[in-house]
């Protein structure tokens, strides 16, 4: 018997800021990271994940759907961010230029 030709688990994985779901699946080799979250049925208890839309990861690496897996390989579904990160930092900066916790021309901290 092929190695290369046996089934292995992969994790597929997503999570909410109050709860998280993990799922073991069994997959062929060739095995795409969609594949894999279709196979998880996650949707089934995430019915607001859109696998046409939805962006994927392979631990903390952002992925293509395409992506074929190898053994071990933990797929993680990544939710929509709610708010740009260079926005809130941006708006935290004039808070504290604001508030005269920083020196308002260099920028440094008081």
Do not use: W
């Amino acid at each position: 018997m092929n190695i290369e030709q046996e089934n292995f688990s992969v994790e597929v994985i997503y999570a909410l800021p109050t709860q998280q779901k993990r799922v073991q699946v069994k997959v062929a080799p060739g095995t795409t990271c969609i594949e894999a979250v279709e196979l998880s049925e996650m949707v089934n208890f995430f019915p607001e994940i859109d696998l046409e839309k939805v962006k994927l990861g392979i631990f903390s690496r952002l992925v293509k759907h395409s992506e074929v897996l190898v053994p071990g390989q933990r797929v993680e579904i990544y939710r929509p961010l709610i708010a740009d990160p260079k926005d809130v930092r941006r708006k935290r900066a004039e808070k504290a230029k604001d508030e005269g916790r920083i020196n308002k021309i260099t920028g440094a901290k008081i």
